[in-house]
């Protein structure tokens, strides 16, 4: 079946660090992909999605390319701030409809 | 903001009882998913609807059943509560229900079983 594997956490970086996230993923046809951000004590929330090879989804500085030959959907972001402390989620939807998630990867950003 | 209400939004009840968590999607989506958010399991996904009909099981345990309504919200009801029901569970809705729609996710109800 479909999944999703992410970077294990947490993650704990400086402002204005480079952050990435690697993500993986198995899936029988072909899927689109996204990255979610949970922020404490709320739901998640699209960040960025990409539903086709070679595709890019940007969005508040952070990025993410569909790469089908490694099968992967990295997520990065130049140079993070304080506020973007948030636990994220890779995920993958197929012919199925369902969200596949990963395990999330909790990234702290200190000051 | 996303569009997507749940209530209730925290839920404290005794092993063996029964709940209903309520969702109402974004204005115009017509496709509603639930999933289930737990420390051992991650995020799973439960059950789909679209206009009413059920299209999509997933992990959902079968005591757990859901329903979608004609004015398109949807309920979870859960029954014969285990502690390990303990969970966050959140609902999402789409348009359309298709792979390559963005689920808009709603808050989360938070259930505590005792």
């Known amino acids: 079946g479909d999944s999703v594997t992410q970077m294990e956490g947490p993650v704990t970086l400086s402002e204005e660090a480079f952050l990435t996230i690697n993500c993986t993923y198995t899936?029988?046809?072909?899927?689109?992909l996204f990255w979610y951000v949970q922020y404490p004590g709320e739901g998640l929330q699209l960040l960025l999605k990409?539903?086709?090879?070679?595709d890019k989804g940007s969005n508040k500085g952070f990025e993410a390319t569909y790469r089908k030959e490694t099968t992967s959907f990295h997520l990065e972001k130049g140079s993070v701030q304080v506020s973007d402390s948030a636990v994220y989620f890779c995920?993958?939807?197929?012919?199925?409809?369902?969200?596949?998630f990963g395990a999330g990867t909790t990234v702290t950003v200190r000051a | 903001d996303s569009g997507v209400t749940q209530t209730p939004k925290h839920l404290i009840t005794a092993t063996g009882q029964r709940v209903t968590l309520r969702c109402s999607p974004r204005?115009?989506?017509?496709?509603v998913y639930w999933y289930q958010q737990s420390l051992d399991q991650g995020l799973q996904f439960l059950i789909q609807?679209?206009?009413?009909?059920?299209?999509a099981k997933g992990n959902i345990l079968e005591r757990f059943s859901a329903q979608q309504f004609p004015d398109l919200h949807s309920e979870l009801n859960l029954s014969s509560l285990e502690l390990g029901d303990s969970a966050l569970y959140f609902c999402?809705?789409?348009?359309?229900?298709?792979?390559?729609?963005?689920?808009?996710f709603g808050p989360g109800t938070r259930l505590l079983v005792l």
């Open positions: 999402a809705s789409s348009v359309a229900g298709v792979s390559t729609e963005t689920q808009y």
């Open positions: 899936a029988t046809g072909y899927p689109s």
């Open positions: 990409a539903t086709k090879a070679d």
């Open positions: 995920a993958l939807s197929d012919d199925d409809y369902k969200l596949s």
């Open positions: 204005s115009g989506d017509l496709s």
């Open positions: 609807y679209y206009n009413g009909e059920e299209r």
